[in-house]
Structure formats: C-alpha cells, structure tokens
C-alpha cells in the first residue's frame, strides 16, 4: 500500500520573524481550513533562488504554482481562486 500526500493548492513564501508573513499564515490556514486545501510555508532564508526573486514582496502566495498574492493576502480573493 502507498500513501501519498496531497500536492499544495497554496504555497506560502515568507521568512521567519516577518509580521506580514505571520499574518498571511494566518488567512492562509483559515481559509485552507474551510476549504480543506493543503498548504506549504517555503522560507527564503533557505533557498538563494526564492531569496533573489522574492526578497523585496514577501510574503508571496502562489496558488497552483501561480503567484497570486503578495504583501498583503485576503482572505475572499484567496477562497474565491481556490473555488476554481
């Protein structure tokens, strides 16, 4: 038997101790709990590549691989891409 998990509808990419992140987190796990998403928290800080791309946006919110949000994440903008 395999068990495999679930790709991630939402990629969170932030780093440690940013307040922005802290509250994309947030919105992030509420709305994944409703819709029952999966998520994932990449950090900046350990890959040199997201470092240079994202540095200066973060926290930045993929949906399906796409950007779809940065700085600030709302909560019915993110519910309402996930519906599609």
């Given at each position: 038997m395999t068990t495999s998990t679930?790709?991630?509808?939402?990629?969170?990419?932030?780093?440690?101790?940013?307040?922005?992140?802290?509250?994309?987190?947030?919105?992030?796990?509420?709305?994944?709990?409703?819709?029952?998403?999966?998520w994932e928290e990449w950090s900046i800080e350990d890959d040199p590549a997201l470092y240079d791309e994202h540095w200066e946006r973060i926290p930045?919110?993929?949906?399906?691989?796409?950007?779809?949000?940065?700085w600030r994440v709302d909560a019915s903008r993110l519910r309402a891409a996930l519906a599609l």
């Amino acid at each position: 038997m395999t068990t495999s998990t679930p790709a991630a509808r939402v990629t969170l990419i932030g780093k440690p101790g940013c307040h922005l992140c802290d509250d994309a987190r947030s919105v992030i796990e509420a709305v994944c709990a409703e819709t029952g998403d999966v998520w994932e928290e990449w950090s900046i800080e350990d890959d040199p590549a997201l470092y240079d791309e994202h540095w200066e946006r973060i926290p930045v919110v993929l949906v399906d691989g796409r950007p779809h949000d940065f700085w600030r994440v709302d909560a019915s903008r993110l519910r309402a891409a996930l519906a599609l």
